[in-house]
């Protein structure tokens, strides 16, 4: 089984919250990229955008599957990783690095709270298999 970063937390839809103050850097887990395969597109919204937890964001497809993004945290979409643009298969390649997808200013903290820590994460995908 995959172990996954402890300095993060996690959804049921696998992105992966990285908190540094009120900035929450997002991607996707090791997990989502094992079942997706190669990525080939990834459709993110512009900078500025407001986003709510839970809600669809944007699109990752891969050879395999088109598969709908789900922000973990309310907030202002503060940054995106251009370089997805060009080079999608970073996220495959490095998913917790530089294969991140967004970076939000966070307007509830405490919903990062309600989030599964790598164990648990590590515990839930570990009952899908």
Known sequence: ??????????????????????????????HAVEQLGDVTLVD????????????????????????????????ELLEVNDELEASPEMINES?????WLVSIRCSEVGELEALMDAA????YV???E
């Open 1 to 30: 089984m995959a172990q996954y970063p402890t300095d993060r937390r996690y959804t049921r839809d696998h992105e992966w919250a990285l908190q540094d103050g009120d900035i929450v850097r997002v991607g996707v887990t090791a």
């Open 44 to 75: 993110l919204p512009s900078v500025g955008s407001d986003l709510q937890a839970e809600e669809r964001f944007g699109e990752i497809e891969s050879v395999k599957a088109v598969s709908e993004l789900f922000s973990p945290v309310s907030g």
């Open 95 to 99: 998913p917790y690095d530089r294969g």
């Open 120 to 123: 648990s994460y590590e515990e």
């Open 126 to 128: 570990g009952g899908m």
